[in-house]
């Protein structure tokens, strides 16, 4: 059973950073496109960055482009999302997921997520 666990979310003031991790198992990181997705209450979830299982590239969406910093450790079969200069419109539940491919992840299609963790940008 693939299992994707987050962490890292908090409570934090405009303009700071947080660093949220999401630990895989049963399959390595490269096995499919993996990334984070964000949902806030009565919007739809929002794609936010994926690094592709062909070649490594990351991508960003413009909301986050410039702020936000998706990298992985292979040995620790985890991947992290680095926020800086956050916004109080970042606030949201924040999921670790992995898809098909990038094009399925940029949909919204994914194969498995997380349980999530809240982000709370506020002063």
């Known amino acids: 059973q693939v299992t994707l666990v987050e962490s890292g979310g908090g409570l934090v003031q405009p303009g700071g950073s947080l660093r949220l991790s999401c630990a895989a198992s049963e399959f390595p990181l490269d096995y499919y496109a993996i990334g984070w997705f964000r949902q806030a209450p009565g919007k739809e979830r929002e794609p936010l960055s994926w690094?592709?299982?062909?070649?490594?590239?990351?991508y960003y969406t413009d909301s986050v482009e410039g702020r936000f910093t998706i990298s992985r450790d292979n040995a620790k079969n985890t991947v992290y999302l680095q926020m800086d200069s956050l916004k109080p419109e970042d606030t949201a539940v924040y999921y670790c997921?992995?898809?098909?491919?990038?094009?399925?992840?940029?949909?919204?299609?994914?194969?498995?997520w997380g349980q999530g963790t809240q982000v709370t940008v506020s002063s």
């Open positions: 997921a992995t898809a098909g491919s990038p094009r399925l992840f940029e949909r919204g299609i994914f194969t498995y």
């Open positions: 690094i592709s299982n062909s070649d490594g590239s990351t």
